[in-house]
């Protein structure tokens, strides 16, 4: 495999606080307890105490889920951590950087252990959310790299049920052979996929099934947050979280104006009226609001001492979710995207009042995934990664940019060139002769340029008019690389990659995770 590195900062819609996180560390450590990618920081995160009748129960609660797993009986001994992930649990995997994530817990829990301090890799299997259009479809592709986004039917009224619990019903499989036909590995690629996603499974164990196919070699632990035996044991954390409710959601808002304050941004809108926790109830997950010292939801109204009495029953939100997982697990490191790892800027003050420690937080693994022909049509119209990002319209105009005849380029950049010189010299003139009229002159410039600007454009339209091949390639770049202008990682599901590179793909990508480096790479399989 090739691979080349593109830093965030060149991708399209990355935050700054995240930037910060993994380029400048300094401008973030009061907000991030540990430096990323870093193995001395990842070795001194892993160095804390855990209870011991806590590990205990979170082993017997995990057994279920992960039988015949060695690493449950690594994670029973004490001085084991986790390297921690999770994902919602999407349609066919959901989107491809699920299993990336996956990856680089399972290489940073491998890297800790090999130094010395005994690490097992867990995927938290994101139950709980209750939004299903956000998991109830796939985006894959076929021979044409051109996205298809396969849908399945859900419930008639879905309400607030966590996703996890929702029954498959008419599965789209037969969407997903048409979709992938033509890709060398189509029907191993929907084998894999039948045989977790089968009448009579849940979203969540479909999902868990898919995975552990996928990455159940590696040890990789899965964690149900729904399982009650492990709601039993967050229930002193959740009771405390309903008492101290006031205190926690003053201390949000106040980190969440302050990171405004400093240029970045809050993920989660927190005010007075906030609950940092559902209401389990009747099967479904309901929204709760603080009001005068009592937490309010659809035709009832619970005092604080009557939640936290209910404690069990509580599901966490987005902010408290973290400390909530940490609080179960013995976590070194929280392996994570961009959007993620922003959050726990916000729940750093959720870990410092309830839980007094904090994992590192680690960016996962990111990949465009690049065929040998798409390589070749990259090499052939001279276009670099960044290229590829530009949306289908800005590729077209790029592949068209450089089969203009080295000529006719250098007659039009001459024009130009021509053009802008002689508009600097006349605007020196006309600034010592009337100031009015040199400020007029640069409304006409703009015009000028233009113009000059549209003849180059429609001689790369007209070249690419002729050249059909080149408007193929430019199709077929764009729908693998920046589909929906959205990264590939970040659309398509690994299935039609499978199909497309083979089910020894995992054990591939595996091989270029690299601890060490936060950048997105370009690999060629």
Known sequence: MESSCVRQTDLPGTSKLFTDLIYHFDRVRDLYPWRPNDAAALAAAASFDFPDDRRTAVVQALTPLNQGNPSLDLLRRPGTVAIVTGQQVGLFSGPAYSIYKALTAIKAAR???????PAVPVFWLATEDHDFAEVDHVWVFGPDHQPVKIRMKGPDVNGSHPVGGIGL???PLDQLRTALAGLPF????????ERAYAPGETMGLAFAKLIRELLGSYGLLLIDPM?????????PLMKEAVERMPELTEAL???SKELINRGYHAQVLVDKSTSLAFLLSDGQRIALRRSNGDFTAPNQKLSAQELAGR???????????????????????????????????????????????????FPRAAFTLLDERSRKRMARYGLGSTDLLAGEQGLHDAIAARLVPDQLRGRLDETHTAFTSALDALKTDLRHFDIT???????????????VGKISRKTATQIMARDQQAVRDARSLNGLVFPEKHLQERLYSIIPFIAKFGPGLVDELYGAVRIECPDHQFVVV
């Open 227 to 235: 399982e009650h035996a492990l709601r039993e044991i967050a229930a």
């Open 253 to 255: 808002m106040a980190r």
């Open 111 to 117: 890297e800790l252990t090999a130094a010395g301090t």
């Open 311 to 361: 404690a069990v029953s509580l599901s966490p939100n987005a902010l408290l979710r973290p400390v909530v997982q940490d609080y179960l697990l013995p976590t070194a490191a929280y392996i994570g995207g961009p959007a993620e790892l922003a959050y726990l800027a916000q729940s750093q003050v959720l870990y410092a009042k309830l839980l007094n420690r904090q994992p590192a937080a």
């Open 186 to 193: 189509a029907d191993d690629a929907v084998a894999l996929v």
């Open 437 to 451: 009229l040199a400020n007029a002159l640069d409304t006409s410039r703009r015009k000028i340029e233009y113009q």
């Open 169 to 171: 019903r008419d599965i």
